[in-house]
């Protein structure tokens, strides 16, 4: 029986993950060139947990709905949408709102999911898989037989990095805490310990001569590692800012701080390159390209879960209703995948 009740969850501040809370509506109707979407999945991304702590670089002013991203089914479609779409399986990147039972969307921004790929396992790879798709191949775009190091590679955008990595065709370096060794050398990665190892050291002994390409999520002191190892005409892609996730201060600083670096490197006459990844770059300045980047590259990143080139990694499925309970553990560092939050009918 399909609800006719909206449930969100609300963000209302710098809380703990126990003060998030639920707000109950009426389910929207889509006006022209919408639909409504019944989310059957959603996540917790490592953008919320910033977001939590008031420290993800462009979020909306508390307070709000979280959610970067979602997967469901198209129950209503407004004026000049066409009607095929009422009950297809559609994701979307969405930045925030996903964290709800119904969801308004602009039919332009949602993206078919292939028949037969589950919702919770479409979800795992919406935001991490279009991340890791748009870095390695439009980003980094590093050669067959080529050496990658990804660091925290057991985690959301890492394991998406790594396996689609190896499929292109590289040889893969990765950064994990040692528990997750086992699975990292399982898909063809060459692990190393961030706790106990020296990691520039290590990854000098095995890529003597650099690495092709960098993903580095953590920002601060890791960024200039990254860029030192680097071969001759490699690529560092920045993508994040993971390590001043629990720092007080502006919440730009880090991006800014990144971003002036990038801009000194690839003044260098090395033929060195960095970048700083954003998902949303150019979005405002030509919507239609944007969307249709993102139609091809999440399409990409579905086929290759069809292969089997990628597997959707899911640490847990939790109710809508136990979002403190799965944004703890999404926190906790412990778990290997990401952690989606299903609403009940």
């Known amino acids: 029986m399909e609800s006719k009740e909206l449930v969100e969850v609300v963000l209302p501040g710098t809380v703990e993950p126990e003060e ?26 490592f953008a919320e947990q910033q977001m939590r702590r008031g ?33 297809k399986r559609v994701a979307a990147l969405v930045k925030v709102g996903g964290w709800a039972s119904h969801v308004v969307l602009d ?25 890791a ?5 439009r980003t980094a775009r590093v050669r067959s037989g080529g050496t990658v190091l990804v660091h925290g590679a057991n985690g959301g955008v890492g394991t998406v ?14 950064t994990a805490s040692a528990r997750h060794h086992a699975t990292l050398r399982d898909l063809g990665v060459t692990p190393v310990d961030y706790r106990t190892e020296n990691v520039p050291a290590r990854v000098r002994e095995l890529a003597p001569g650099g690495v092709d390409g960098v993903f580095d999520h953590l920002g601060g002191r890791s960024v200039v590692d990254s860029w030192r190892l680097l071969a001759p005409g490699g690529t560092l892609v ?3 800012s993971a390590t001043t996730r629990d720092d007080s201060g502006s919440k730009q600083w880090p991006v800014l701080k990144i971003l002036g670096r ?13 970048y700083f990844f954003n998902v949303w770059a150019g979005r405002a300045l030509n919507k239609d390209r944007f969307r249709d980047r993102l139609r091809t590259d999440l399409t990409q990143v579905f086929h290759a879960l069809e292969r089997g080139e990628v597997t959707a990694r899911i640490a847990a499925r939790m109710p809508l209703t136990e979002v403190a309970e799965a ?13 989606v939050l299903i609403p009940e009918a």
Not at 20 to 45: K, M
Not at 262 to 274: D, E, F, I, K, T
């Open 20 to 45: 998030l809370q639920f707000r109950r509506g009426d389910v929207p109707q889509p006006g022209a060139g919408q639909i409504v979407v019944r989310v059957e999945a959603t996540g917790v991304s």
């Open 55 to 87: 420290r993800y670089y462009d979020q909306p002013p508390f307070p709000f709905v979280p959610g970067y991203d979602l997967v469901g089914t198209v129950l209503t479609a407004g004026a000049g949408v066409a009607p095929s779409l009422v009950g």
């Open 107 to 131: 039919a332009a921004d949602a993206v078919e999911v292939p028949a037969g790929i589950d919702a919770a396992e479409a979800e795992t790879l919406v935001v991490n898989g279009i991340t």
């Open 133 to 137: 798709w748009q870095m390695l191949h």
């Open 161 to 174: 990095l790594v396996q689609l990595a190896r499929a292109a065709g590289l040889k893969v370096i990765g």
């Open 238 to 240: 920045a993508y994040g």
């Open 262 to 274: 990038v801009w000194r490197w690839n003044a260098l006459p090395n033929g060195r390159h960095a």
């Open 327 to 339: 944004m703890r553990l999404a926190e906790s560092g412990a778990v290997s995948g990401k952690v």
